[in-house]
């Protein structure tokens, strides 16, 4: 039986303290860090994704970000693949790999391993664009409603790309997505992991939120949202469509005051972090943890971390 690799899994909201607490554990253990988010992946843009800065860049090696250019987005399946030849590369040089990060598909997609689905097919999707610009993207959220309730429940009414990929897997296959979901269980386990989740009270999470957002309007993502318009990205797509970004767009557009964008795109990454929170819980080998932590609380985790990786008994998986 093939030994599976050892890591340490590190999740939780935007903005809940993720990246800080893991670049000190990759220091403490002399690990080395894979950044598991869709938005840090592209090179042109920093301020809007919030990437790790030049100094927390210094301190560990952080692998996952600044790898595509503007184009199509990384789906959660080359993103695994990435991540786990990083993971071997990093074991083979005798460091622990911590995976840390906010997008959820990813992360399942690395620790279990995605749905056999079939591959993208460019003219129905070019189809399905061109419905989409013609009746907006709130009819054909219903018309998947009407094909498959149960995915549609799990999709944010905004969310282009899964609504588009539901509606390509049904023209393909004939199949519900969530059909096709339940027949994979997500049972594969293709890392023994050590799961921790970061999380606040909520009152400092949003407090949090607010203040980022706040930062990045003064520091240029309107700047970095016009460079995509005059690249002619697609506003419904990644990165366009991203926080932050899509409400950018908005105000660029001249759809609402440069005010309105900053208090929606607030309104509205308070709800993604709900979202985050949701998503994640399910996940019952997570421990969650409350940011920041004590010195002592710290070593704890250190020690218990130390302990899992010279283990040769399985974790949780």
């Excluded at 400092?204 to 957002?213: P, T």
Aim: charged letters at 25%; glycine letters at 6%; proline letters at 4%.
């Amino acid at each position: 039986m093939t030994k599976l690799p050892k890591i340490i899994q590190i999740v939780g909201p935007t903005a809940s303290g993720k990246t800080s607490f893991s670049v000190h554990l990759a220091q403490a253990l002399g690990g080395e860090l894979i950044n598991v988010d869709s938005m840090q992946v592209y090179r042109p843009l920093a301020i809007g994704t919030d990437k790790p800065n030049a100094e927390q860049c210094a301190l560990v090696p952080i692998h996952g970000i600044n790898l595509i250019d503007f184009g199509p987005p990384m789906d959660a399946s080359e993103f695994a693949s990435y991540t786990h030849q990083k993971i071997r590369e990093i074991q083979e040089r005798g460091r622990i790999a911590i995976i840390s990060g906010g997008t959820g598909l990813y992360h399942r997609a690395i620790v279990h391993g995605l749905i056999e689905a079939p591959a993208r097919n460019d003219e129905i999707r070019a189809r399905l664009r061109a419905e989409r610009d013609a009746i907006g993207i709130a009819a054909m959220y219903e018309r998947l409603q009407a094909i498959d309730p149960e995915a549609a429940a799990k999709i944010y009414a905004t969310d282009w790309i899964r609504i588009e990929r539901a509606l390509e897997v049904f023209e393909i296959t004939g199949n519900r997505m969530s059909s096709i979901h339940a027949q994979h269980g997500f049972k594969n386990v293709l890392v023994e992991r050590l799961a921790f989740g970061c999380t606040a009270p909520r009152p400092q999470l949003y407090e949090k939120i607010e203040r980022r957002l706040d930062e990045m309007w003064r520091s240029g993502i309107i700047e970095e949202t016009q460079a995509m318009m005059d690249a002619h990205l697609d506003p419904h797509q990644l990165p366009m469509k991203a926080l932050g970004y899509r409400q950018a767009y908005l105000y660029l557009s001249g759809e609402c005051t440069k005010e309105e964008a900053l208090e929606l795109a607030k309104r509205e990454t308070r709800h993604f972090a709900k979202r985050q929170l949701t998503w994640f819980k399910t996940d019952n080998a997570i421990e969650w943890l409350d940011m920041p932590l004590s010195d002592e609380q710290f070593e704890e985790i250190v020690k218990r971390c130390r302990a899992f990786i010279e283990s040769n008994t399985k974790g949780c998986l």
